[in-house]
């Protein structure tokens, strides 16, 4: 059921109470315009949430790539959490991991086109990418992990709530793990519920929607998880031949994971096999050599046939990993993971943001809309344009 990962920590709720004077006071300084929120000619799209990690943001931002990725140029722009550069990073073909962090490099493996940068300081990042010495024509920025910093505006604020850990029913850190007060979801223009079952019931919608409490000028989605074919990760990182989920049955299976919340994933594949051990690490966790050792030895306990299941965020940081046995190597799989909104809003859904980025964008075609452009491929949703209005924009 919703919510049913929360934990609450009674103790620490008077140090939640501190917490929560600190942030209220800089969110004060906010609204009464003392620190003051840029905007932006470049349509700007935020995706992030008010709680400590494991939301699903990259396969959403992954998302709003695919949506957009063949009628605009898209750039996503990412704080880099965890790499061990500084300052404004432009990804090329050549960037490493180290240098962008997991989540950038993932992206930019996977949509090689359009452009990945990251900045701690978003607004500096913001002003490189649009002042044409970096790139070109950029008719897009979807900012990723960006809902606290408040020095940019957005024109869509996306937020994010996971099923499993529902805001409402959170607290502040470091009792529970909210990073802001609940009313902090008020900001946003667009809120999903993600990572929920798919056999959600139509009460169960109504549930939640009615627990959010949600204003009129925001709109809830609810979104899933759906997940591609294995892909095998060689020796030298090498991709070879997709295997179907449901190879699976009858194999030992060790579930390796450095991500925030891995429940659903753990869910989602005893439906294939019921031989799951679950090897989890904190978020963006970097393997070490104690690590290293700790898979192989955990891997080589399980009984045959066997393999190792990781995500993509981990496959990337594995890469680079030392010390990983052959037989790890050669058994280790990926599993890619997509976002499916629910409902049968799809549609609704990509047609705010194409129709948000047409009316703000820079680019006298794209503002045109679909009388004058046409996506590239026939199957990208929304060609119709309509006008819509967030708060704020």
């Not at 000619?41 to 939301?55: L, R, Y």
């Not at 950038?104 to 990042?125: N, Y």
């Not at 549930?207 to 060689?234: C, N, R, W």
Request: one cysteine or more; a positive charge.
């Amino acid at each position: 059921m919703e919510g049913d990962l929360i934990y609450i920590n009674k103790k620490l709720k008077p140090l939640s109470w501190l917490y929560g004077l600190g942030v209220g006071f800089r969110n004060m300084l906010f609204e009464a315009g003392i620190l003051r929120s840029r905007s932006y000619k470049v349509p700007v799209i935020s995706v992030g949430n008010i709680t400590v990690g494991g939301t699903g943001k990259t396969p959403h931002v992954e998302y709003l790539i695919r949506l957009l990725k063949n009628q605009m140029n898209v750039a996503v722009l990412s704080r880099g959490y965890k790499r061990k550069s500084h300052g404004f990073v432009l990804a090329g073909k050549d960037t490493t991991m180290r240098e962008i962090g997991d989540e950038p490099f993932q992206m930019k493996q996977k949509f090689p086109d359009i452009t990945v940068a990251v900045d701690k300081k978003r607004t500096r990042g913001i002003d490189k990418l649009t002042s044409g010495d970096y790139v070109k024509d950029i008719d897009v920025i979807l900012l990723d992990d960006a809902f606290q910093h408040r020095y940019v505006k957005p024109g869509i604020n996306i937020l994010l709530v996971d099923y499993h850990r529902l805001v409402i029913y959170d607290d502040l850190l470091p009792a529970g793990r909210l990073r802001e007060p609940i009313k902090s979801k008020d900001r946003a223009d667009i809120v999903i519920v993600t990572k929920c079952p798919t056999d959600l019931k139509p009460m169960e919608f109504r549930v939640i929607t009615k627990a959010m409490g949600l204003y009129p000028y925001q709109q809830l989605f609810f979104s899933t998880h759906e997940y591609d074919a294995l892909v095998p990760l060689g020796p030298q990182g090498d991709l070879r031949h997709a295997e179907d989920l449901s190879s699976l049955t009858g194999k030992h299976v060790l579930l390796l994971t450095g991500i925030a919340s891995p429940e659903q994933m753990l869910l989602d594949l005893q439906a294939y096999t019921d031989q799951i051990q679950p090897l989890a690490f904190g978020d963006h966790h970097n393997f070490r050599r104690k690590d290293v050792e700790r898979i192989n030895a955990a891997f080589a306990a399980l009984p045959s046939p066997r393999l190792i299941i990781t995500t993509e965020k981990d496959a990337c940081r594995l890469s680079v990993a030392e010390g990983l046995s052959d037989e790890v190597r050669q058994s280790l799989y990926v599993l890619p993971i997509h976002v499916r909104l629910m409902q049968d809003q799809e549609e609704t859904f990509n047609q705010k943001i194409i129709d948000y980025v047409r009316k703000n964008s820079r680019n006298s075609i794209l503002a045109k809309g679909k009388d004058d452009y046409k996506p590239k491929d026939s199957d990208r949703p929304g060609d119709r344009p309509r006008t819509i209005s967030f708060r704020n924009n």
